[in-house]
């Protein structure tokens, strides 16, 4: 394997155009005149131009932003009467937590209020609440909730905007990639449901300080990314099986053990003084039954369809959703061997995988078989996918599943409390539709990983922009060795005897 690293191979290349690279972009180009023509002279190649490819998708992403903040704006006012953050599709958690966790009055997360996040997210609702909150006892006319909405989707937004710019740094020779990201109708929908983009934030900035092979400052950055959303930290396994492959151990080790200190840090003090409140989190998350639109509500609702589901009358799934001690041990099996498949295919695919393949096949196994998928927990799989395979067709087919079943779980917390707005089938189907895409876009990856040629980015690089310290790096001499395909002996032929 060539041992240039892709930081050369980008200093020295042009940049890549999906008109011309991509099936499903060249197809919508025709309706313009087609793709760049051999003789035009390139976008880039222009000088003194203002609106670069990286400042376009910077202004979509804004836009993007923009929208969504209208889109949640019937919303901000917290009058939901009639069910209007159904109806308007704009329900955020932001808002109704600001008082379900009580910060309207004043308590402080953990201390006064065992809150149900992790603690990293449990001090952003503090940094912001409490202020808002004061400044509500100061001027008692204003609107706290809304404050508070405006507030978190300023900084969220912003979060938002630095994951494309992080994009973009990581793909300066395919700034376009970021655009599916920029334009995608999940950010639209779902960009302020919940705290999830303080997580991705986090995540994509340690993602970034790897690919600078500063291992120790993305180890932190990620630790901190698990101590907001526990996903961050499931990206150091590809780290340390990509390392081990690359025989760069040492740097994954620096990685892991700064965010184990980084994610032990921020937890330890509300671990030592107000230990109860600290387990909220994980005890719910214990406790928590199947989840709307999961795996398990979809095997319980077919499960009904051959089952009474009373007692010696039940299905698989909907024992499993009554004995939930069970159910969580089957969740986490089930993602351990998802895990251990993912070692296999990074071990044995021809060229090491890159990293943000194996990234996004981890966390999209977690999503797949977790007992709760949360609507906005989409957004965990946006940028993974946008790095690790950014070819517009199969995403945009996976963004129409979610925007249907978005629509589709509205309708069915609409009908949560009195008559149906859609059949039950219906929204299963919408929930088969997404789980499917989701597993989709894992086999498309794989099959990347299994055939290098095929993978778009390595089309435009020579190896992972995304590797850092394993950018370049040839296999360790064990794995060539495990690789390596044994030859069946030739039989040697009798020896005949020489008289002389």
């Not at 008109?19 to 051999?38: C, K, N, Q, T, Y």
């Not at 329900?91 to 600001?98: C, N, P, R």
């Not at 978190?152 to 994951?163: M, P, R």
């Not at 932190?220 to 690359?246: C, Q, T, Y």
């Amino acid at each position: 394997m060539s041992t240039q690293s892709s930081t050369d191979v980008e200093r020295s290349g042009s940049q890549d155009h999906p008109a011309s690279s991509d099936g499903f972009v060249r197809g919508l180009s025709e309706a313009i005149g087609g793709p760049l023509g051999g003789h035009a002279v390139p976008p880039e190649a222009r000088p003194n131009r203002f609106w670069t490819a990286a400042r376009i998708v910077l202004a979509l992403t804004c836009l993007t932003l923009a929208l969504h903040w209208v889109q949640k704006s019937p919303c901000q006012d917290g009058d939901w009467q009639k069910n209007i953050q159904y109806t308007r599709f704009c329900y955020t958690d932001v808002l109704a937590l600001y008082y379900a966790e009580e910060l309207n009055q004043g308590k402080v997360p953990y201390r006064d209020h065992a809150v149900e996040y992790p603690v990293v997210t449990g001090y952003f609702m503090g940094a912001l609440g409490l202020p808002v909150h004061a400044l509500g006892q100061k001027f008692p006319g204003i609107n706290q909730g809304k404050w508070f909405y405006n507030a978190n989707a300023f900084v969220l937004c912003a979060l938002a905007v630095a994951t494309a710019a992080v994009i973009l740094a990581l793909r300066r020779r395919r700034p376009w990639d970021a655009a599916i990201f920029a334009l995608s109708p999940i950010l639209f929908v779902t960009a302020t449901v919940n705290w999830d983009f303080l997580a991705i934030g986090l995540a994509m900035f340690g993602l970034y300080a790897w690919a600078r092979r500063r291992p120790a400052l993305a180890g932190i950055l990620l630790g901190l990314g698990g101590a907001a959303k526990l996903w961050p930290l499931f990206i150091l396994g590809p780290i340390l099986v990509l390392g081990l492959r690359s025989a760069r151990l040492r740097a994954a080790f620096t990685a892991i053990g700064t965010a184990v200190a980084a994610w032990a840090i921020v937890n330890l003090p509300v671990f030592l003084a107000y230990r109860t409140s600290w387990n909220r989190f994980f005890d719910l998350n214990t406790e928590r039954p199947v989840d709307w639109g999961t795996f398990w509500y979809i095997g319980r609702y077919l499960d009904g369809k051959w089952n009474t589901g009373t007692p010696g009358n039940q299905g698989p799934f909907q024992w499993l959703s009554d004995h939930v001690p069970a159910l969580n041990w089957v969740t986490y099996a089930l993602f351990g061997l998802s895990c251990l498949a993912v070692t296999v295919v990074c071990m044995l695919a021809p060229r090491r995988p890159r990293l943000s393949q194996a990234a996004f096949l981890v966390v999209a196994a977690f999503l797949i078989f977790s007992k709760v998928w949360s609507q906005q927990y989409v957004l965990w799989l946006l940028p993974l996918i946008v790095l690790a395979r950014p070819r517009w067709g199969a995403i945009l087919a996976w963004s129409v599943a979610e925007i249907g079943y978005f629509t589709a779980f509205y309708a069915e917390l609409l009908g949560a409390g009195g008559k149906p707005v859609i059949p039950e089938g219906t929204f299963v189907l919408a929930s088969t539709l997404r789980l499917i895409t989701v597993a989709v876009l894992c086999g498309f990856v794989v099959r990347d990983m299994w055939r290098p040629e095929r993978d778009a980015v390595r089309s435009t690089y020579a190896d992972d922009p995304d590797g850092g310290e394993l950018d370049g790096a040839p296999d360790a001499p064990w794995v060539a060795q495990l690789r390596r395909p044994q030859r069946p002996s030739t039989p040697q032929p009798p020896e005949v005897p020489v008289t002389v």
